[in-house]
């Protein structure tokens, strides 16, 4: 199997493997009947994101429409999900109506505005890129309280786990496509996990048996 190849795949898997810790809180939400202590933005954002299904329509990149058409379809049965549970359904629903708003609007500009070829397909590939990057580096706030506090309670490591390795792949892949809009937005996702990974090997109990949650951050 070639390296690039096996680097596809690898995103593929990773990917889909980090969309998935959402079927968690979708598991939570429906033994609860509730949404309590389960986030909504998140899938909201991740499923609004879906610049990077264009850009790998745009660059007819198979690796990069299998990973974000899944991941479009695993947040949108999330926020169903979610709105049957919540109890705020109208502060929910103008979320939801707002996000379709902004992804349309993007949609617009960039399949009617701009004209195609290298403009349209670098500023798609700097826009989701950014978009990555603001994703990565908006828990450092959080991680910073947790150094202050030592408690890593709210810490998923098998998310961080799951974070590094698709990072890594990423990164990878687009080093081995020498598309830079792939390559350096996931730099920020490597360099969040290893701070998590070792805030773990700091704090972790004596004993072994911290008491990870299968959270957010």
Known sequence: MELLQLLSWACIVFTIGMFSTGLVDLKKMQYSKS??????????????????????????????????????????LYI????????????????IVGGAAVATCAWFYFSKVLPPGDMQLNQLGLICSVATVSVYLSPLTNLVA???????????????????????????????????????????????????????????????????KSMQI
Do not use: E, H
């Open 35 to 76: 949404t309590d202590n389960v986030q909504f933005l998140p899938f909201l954002t991740t499923c609004v994101n879906l610049g990077w299904l264009y850009y790998g329509i745009l660059k007819r990149d198979g690796t990069l429409i299998v990973v974000n058409l899944i991941g479009v379809l695993l947040q949108l």
């Open 146 to 212: 947790i150094v202050r506090s030592g408690n890593i309670q709210c810490l998923s490591f098998p998310l961080t786990v799951a974070t590094f390795l698709t990072s890594t792949s990423w990164f990878l892949y687009g080093l081995q496509m020498n598309d830079y809009y792939i390559l350096v937005p996931n730099l920020p996702g490597i360099f969040t996990s290893t701070i998590r990974f070792y805030l773990f090997w700091k704090f972790v109990p004596v004993s072994g048996s911290a008491p990870y």
């Open 80 to 95: 169903v999900s979610y709105l049957m549970y919540t109890k705020q359904k109208r502060q929910v629903a103008y979320q």
